[in-house]
């Protein structure tokens, strides 16, 4: 446990020299408010989902990695339907090269794709899910960001609806770790 709480305070105090975008680094964190707006003939849903969300920066200011996002959509008079989707998303920072002011702004693009729909009593629609959208990413300090991301998502596949379009506004937070320096203060003996 000792160790833990060293390496947990060694990784906050260092990572305020690094940057939030840089190679190597690591974001974790979810999108906690998705309202999804589906746009189905003669059905419009309105749902909720949660999307935890990992990646690495695999160059300055561009990141790739997994996601899962599972929620529920419901219409007037329909009983709730659980939808899902797994895959992986990319991210693109704009602006300047690198962020590490606290308080501070940065645009982003993301992009993602995977394997998910849903299934009900009304038939279902299961297949490719794309999306893309812009974001912002909020730095309440310089490791945290609170984030606003409006996507547009595309569900190809198979079932009743084999085209399914959504508009999805999703708030969360991402926690932007350095991903060299956590490797070494965790393999580092303690003293």
Known sequence: MKRVIITACSLLIMSAA???TQKGNVIVGANIT????EFKENSNRLGFNFNPKAAWFIKDNIAIGPE????????KGDEPVLNY??????????????????????WFLEASGGIGGKNDEKGSSNGLNL???????????????????AKYNLNVGFGDAPVVNA??????FQIYLPGKQAKQIINEPLK
């Open 167 to 172: 508009v999805n506004i999703g708030l969360g």
């Open 34 to 37: 998705n309202i999804n707006v």
């Open 68 to 75: 899962i996002s599972f929620g529920t959509l419901a219409q």
């Open 18 to 20: 690094f940057t939030q």
């Open 85 to 106: 989707n797994i895959g992986a998303f990319g991210r693109k920072y704009l602006g300047a090269e690198v962020t590490n002011l606290t308080r501070s702004a940065k």
């Open 131 to 149: 999306g893309f959208g812009p974001g912002l990413a909020y730095f309440l300090s310089p490791n945290i960001a609170l984030e606003a991301l």
